[in-house]
């Protein structure tokens, strides 16, 4: 037996399930967080722009209000010299000039390419009139109509000036909401694609850590269900693979357990036929008063012990029967086989029974050619209509349907008795169980026969089924057309809740052969004698 904890070589897993898990969480974690990054720097850059564009605006907007201020008082400081002829005038003018040619010429320095040809018209402009008016010895020799149309120019430059400003801080405006709208464009589908791809990893390590967490799951499902041929396998991380080879050494301990067990029951079954049958002799003998004359009390008491010896006779033959089938069930002689006659003689095998309860037994549908173990179907079949019979009231109908299709057949088996109590349903197919609604009139079985039916469909890879049925029970076969390994789900599963009845102890087919039955016609009903 192979040590707890060991498993064959195989390509192996350099982290544990925990570390595997920390690094799928990190590698989301880290395509995320970089989206996020990205996304932070772009508004960081949206918001820097818009603060230099803010502000480049708000300075041309400013530099553009002081020129046409210092426009305004140079215009005025002129006109009162022109008046007054004023030498401290035309200082306080020469000293202006000097200023407003100062600060338009940085104005032309920091205003955009659009706007520098007409803040350089304005220091033309402006330098011609004023060089006039610094340089007249007084206002007689200045031409009037000269320098008030230099002013005019200067207001219109102005003017100018202030609409392309006002165009260009249009124009720079639109451009950053195109870039906000690009940037925002580019955001989502940065957020979109990290997302995509997040959820892509996440399903990628789920499904790559799921597997061995679904084969782990798979191999204590077959344990559950008693399936001990199949070793475990477990691929994964390292932690994962030494609790498959945990649970492989558990399948090994379970199927030697089972060995054991089923040694036992034969072993102790056979030693008690023994002496069993010495005393069910010793009560034939007194029964049949070889020892003396039996007062009244003696022979019922005599009754008692026989009856009591034969129904444990039965229990132990039963047992025997069961472990027979579960040994048999996994030595299958295959051969094409026809289903019509099979059932035509489990029907046969069950007249006489049918119709002491005046049942009227009918088979409908198309049954093929398959390739199975007939004896052991055979078996299956009789016990499933034989467990029917039991259950029916008198003058009731059994029901066989079948369908088939390219792989496979159904076969439905449907009787109008008592059905199963919910709380039963789920151990319909276990060896010695009965349900909780038993016919009055009929002594209790051994409760092996369904668990022989599974045994014997389960181990053709078929199955079994218990159906919800409105009345009655209603049993569903499914064979494969050729015969296959059983599989766990295959073997005792149940669909439903009141949907059948408990199973009674099997009976056996008779060898009497038939002809094969038209399934599109009723078998009879037979009257009972």
């Known amino acids: 037996m192979r040590e707890p904890g060991r498993h064959p070589s195989r390509l192996a ?4 399930f925990r570390q595997s898990l920390l690094v799928a969480f990190l590698c989301i974690a880290l395509l995320l967080s970089g989206a996020l990054l990205r996304a932070l720097l772009a508004l960081q850059d949206l918001a820097e722009s818009n603060r230099a564009a803010s502000l480049t605006n708000m300075h041309l907007i400013e530099d553009i209000g002081q020129l046409d201020a210092r426009t305004t008082a140079l215009e005025r400081l002129a006109r009162q010299y022109l008046v007054l002829d004023d030498p401290v005038l035309q200082a306080r003018y020469a000293q202006d000039w000097d200023g407003a040619r100062y600060a338009t010429a940085r104005l032309h320095a920091g205003l955009p390419a659009a706007l520098q040809p007409l803040a350089a018209e304005w220091l033309a402009v402006g330098g011609t009139g004023s060089a006039v008016l610094i340089r007249a010895p007084n206002a007689r020799a200045i031409e009037q109509p000269d320098i008030l149309d230099t002013f005019a120019r200067l207001a219109a430059l102005n003017t100018r000036l202030a609409a392309a400003g006002k165009q260009y801080i249009d124009q720079r405006n639109a451009a950053l909401e195109d870039e906000i709208a690009a940037q925002r464009s580019a955001l989502t589908g940065l957020t979109a694609a990290a997302i995509a791809l997040a959820l892509l990893l996440a399903a990628g390590f789920g499904l790559w850590l799921s597997r061995p967490l679904r084969q782990v799951q798979s191999a204590i499902t077959r344990l559950g269900e008693g399936v001990f041929n199949t070793p475990v396998r477990i691929d994964g991380p390292p932690d994962l693979r030494e ?9 090994l301990r379970l199927a030697e357990l089972e060995d054991n067990k089923a040694r036992f029951l034969r072993h102790v079954s056979h030693e008690l036929k023994t002496p069993l049958a010495a005393l069910r002799e010793g009560v034939a003998l007194l029964e049949d008063e070889t020892a003396g004359e039996l007062t009244d009390n003696q022979r019922e008491v005599a009754a008692i012990l026989r009856e009591n010896t034969v129904a444990l006779q039965e229990q132990i033959e039963g047992l025997l029967h069961f472990n027979a089938s579960v040994f048999g069930a996994r030595q299958l002689r295959a051969a094409p086989l026809d289903l019509s006659a099979l059932l035509a003689r489990v029907l046969q095998s069950q007249r006489m029974q049918s119709q002491a309860r005046g049942l009227n037994v009918s088979v409908s549908g198309t049954a093929p050619f398959l390739t199975a173990d007939g004896e052991k179907l055979e078996v ?12 029916s009231p008198r003058g009731g109908a059994v029901h066989f349907v079948i369908e088939a299709s390219r792989s496979q057949v159904r076969i439905d088996c449907i009787d109008e008795g008592p059905g199963v109590a919910q709380h039963d349903t789920q151990r319909i197919f276990e060896p010695f169980q009965q349900g909780e609604r038993q016919p009055l009139e009929a002594r209790h079985g051994s409760g092996i026969g369904l668990a022989i039916v599974r045994e014997f469909i389960g181990a053709h890879g078929g199955t079994v089924r218990l159906l919800p049925s409105a009345r009655g029970a209603h049993f569903r076969v499914e064979l494969p057309l050729e015969a296959a390994p059983a599989t766990p789900a295959a073997i005792g599963s149940v669909a439903g809740p009141d949907a059948g009845h408990a199973d009674s102890r099997p009976s056996r087919p008779s060898a009497e052969k038939v002809g094969p039955v038209v399934f599109s016609n009723s078998i009879p009903p037979i009257q009972p004698t």
């Open 243 to 251: 609790l498959g080879g945990h649970l492989d050494w558990l399948r």
């Open 13 to 16: 897993w350099p982290l544990s």
């Open 380 to 391: 299956a079949f009789t016990n499933l209509l034989s467990n029917a019979i039991r259950f």
